[in-house]
């Protein structure tokens, strides 16, 4: 009986290995983690100061065209290895290459002209043409790091008008 018992304890290990060995193979599957990362440039809101060109006398209305210049700075954030691409139109005139009037007392107007360097009436107007008379700042490193564009403003007019305070806003755009 110690031999049948023995027997058929051998006889079952068998039978249960023949059937792990033949059983179906266990599946496997896959899937991927995904994330895009979209692309953008935007101006830091709030960081552009206004131009104030200063006061100028009465008598010394005769400006020279090109003597009066000022400057602000435009602040813009990137992707990484994006370029802002920055337009700016005056109010005033809706004007797409950058040329503008101060506005003052009797609606009378002062001509100034917007640009990327700054020297009297020089220089290409920094309008809102895209690929002719805008400005293309340099690709982003990180988009922590602001990139600084300093935009000038010069009267291109006598400013030979009624005293008074004038004054013309220009909006700023950014597409990248």
């Known amino acids: ?74 602040t813009t954030n990137c992707s990484v290895g994006s370029a802002a691409i920055i337009a700016l139109t005056p109010v005033s005139t809706t004007d797409t290459t950058g040329l503008g009037n101060l506005i003052g007392p009797n609606t009378e107007t002062v001509a100034y002209k917007l640009t990327s360097v700054t020297g009297g009436t020089g220089g290409t107007a920094w309008g809102n043409i895209i690929g002719t008379n805008t400005v293309t700042t340099a690709p982003a490193t990180n988009y922590a790091t602001g ?25 700023v755009s950014v597409t990248f």
């Open 147 to 171: 990139i600084a564009t300093t935009v000038y403003a010069t009267v291109t007019d006598t400013a030979d008008v009624t005293p008074g305070a004038y004054k013309d806003t220009v909006n």
């Open 1 to 74: 009986m110690k031999f049948n018992k023995s027997l058929l304890t051998a006889a079952l290990l068998a039978a249960g290995s023949l059937t792990a060995a033949n059983a179906v193979p266990i599946t496997t599957d896959q899937f991927d983690v995904l994330l895009t990362v979209d692309q953008v440039c935007s101006i830091v809101t709030g960081a552009t100061t206004d131009i104030n060109l200063g006061n100028i006398a009465a008598g010394e209305a005769q400006l020279l065209p090109g003597s009066v210049t000022g400057s602000t700075t435009i």
